[in-house]
């Protein structure tokens, strides 16, 4: 597999805007159908705020994005600076192949030592089971169970709350 993890650029918005809106992609989200081109274009255009750790990535399979993952400030509020929200997705066709597992080492690599990120924090809707696991493989803990969340196919389903605190105390470096 030639996977290529990288930021996104954007160039990307209409790749991004057709994953997102497949329809095996977008239920398993708190994305809305038909997604809007311009806004990730607006999106990708707008650089982050000076000194965010805010970080969007895409995986590139053999020259297509099949894949985007993304770690954005919870708050400007200084009490909560050390918290980051996640999300990602993979195309339907390349679920199953390690691409999630590869975007979600990346994210919690920069995450764990570059980005001084305490607490990583999502949302998952209670029946992806397969997202769910993902999840824990990477060291994410339910915390709680938010009842008719959000709105899917015409139903308010519940999502489970999940959250993963860096594994180990940032270190002191060694004085020279």
Same mark, same amino acid.
């Given at each position: 597999m030639n996977l290529i993890l990288r930021r996104a650029r954007p160039a990307d918005a209409a790749a991004l805007a057709e994953q997102l809106a497949e329809?095996?992609?977008?239920? %398993? +989200?708190?994305?809305?159908?038909?997604a809007n081109v311009e806004l990730w274009q607006q999106r990708l255009n707008t650089p982050p705020a000076a000194g965010s750790a805010d970080l969007?990535?895409?995986?590139?399979?053999?020259?297509?994005?099949?894949?985007?993952? %993304? +770690?954005?400030?919870?708050?400007a509020q200084l009490r909560r600076r050390h918290a980051m929200m996640l999300g990602i997705s993979v195309s339907a066709s390349s679920q199953g192949q390690g691409v999630g597992n590869a975007l979600m080492a990346a994210l919690l690599d920069y995450a764990d030592n570059w980005a001084q990120v305490l607490r990583i924090e999502l949302t998952v809707f209670h029946d992806n089971q397969r997202a769910i696991r993902l999840y824990e493989r990477h060291g994410f803990a339910p915390e709680g169970r938010l009842r008719a969340y959000a709105m899917r196919n015409g139903a308010y389903e519940d999502v489970i709350a999940m959250a993963r605190l860096h594994p180990r105390q940032p270190l002191l470096g060694e004085v020279r």
């Open positions: 329809p095996d992609v977008f239920p %398993g +989200l708190l994305q809305l159908p038909y969007m990535l895409v995986a590139e399979l053999d020259g297509e994005v099949v894949g985007s993952a %993304g +770690l954005h400030p919870v708050s």
